[in-house]
């Protein structure tokens, strides 16, 4: 593995993303992120690119500018994502091709074009994060559990593609995480359903994911891939 720690953080703007993408300029990686607007996370170590990953020739501009910059991301985190509290007999098309373009079709994309670089490269660790919506069939979550469900397949697929690399693809499956907004988009009454059935109720705390992550991300765990692991207790 090469020596310069880099890490490639999709959605970094704000939440989870933008919180991981501090905690991992503060471990020592140059972190690349990118959403589609600004960011107001400025350092020396962070580089960022507006950009709206649902668009093909979008995502292949931002890494032909990391290639020109010489940039070597060994890990990516799939981060970027929308959620929608809505019955399917509620929801709109126009929602529900929202979340699938950015939920699986940006994962897609980001994917494809990192995996490029990680093969020339000769080494990478992708991780996806996906939710515990999806087993436990949340509901008002049919099309973002939908969308992540296709992320999970996806990157076991991908896993399968790159197994004559060391290249990695897993898959983190979260609960709520505290202090990123991720129960914006549910009310009170479904988290506290959610949070019934598992076996680790309590909120996560960044640094859990952070772990987690590494655990993944780790050269020494070559050998661990195709997996989705599921915080809380889900079976």
Do not use: W
Request: with cysteine.
């Amino acid at each position: 593995m090469p020596m310069s720690k880099c890490i490639f953080i999709s959605g970094s703007s704000r939440g989870l993303g933008l919180q991981l993408a501090e905690e991992y300029v503060k471990l020592g990686y140059l972190v690349i992120g990118c959403s589609r607007g600004n960011s107001s996370f400025k350092h020396d170590k962070y580089v960022h690119y507006e950009v709206d990953i649902v668009h093909d020739e979008d995502v292949k501009t931002v890494f032909s500018d990391i290639r020109k910059k010489k940039f070597n991301p060994q890990i990516l985190i799939n981060n970027a994502g929308i959620e929608l509290s809505s019955l399917l007999s509620m929801t709109k098309v126009d929602d529900a091709q929202a979340i699938i373009n950015t939920n699986l079709m940006g994962t897609f994309l980001i994917s494809r074009e990192m995996i490029k670089l990680m093969q020339r490269n000769g080494f990478g660790r992708i991780v996806n994060l996906s939710s515990i919506c999806v087993s436990l069939g949340t509901v008002g979550a049919s099309i973002y559990n939908a969308s992540k469900a296709g992320v999970e397949a996806m990157g076991y697929s991908l896993a399968n593609e790159c197994k004559s690399f060391d290249i990695t693809l897993n898959t983190l499956g979260l609960s709520y995480v505290e202090n990123t907004g991720m129960s914006d988009a549910r009310s009170n009454v479904v988290i506290s359903n959610s949070q019934q059935q598992l076996l680790k109720p309590s909120f996560l705390q960044v640094d859990e994911v952070v772990k987690a992550i590494n655990f993944f991300a780790a050269p020494e765990s070559k050998n661990i891939t195709g997996q989705t692991i599921y915080f809380g207790g889900v079976r």
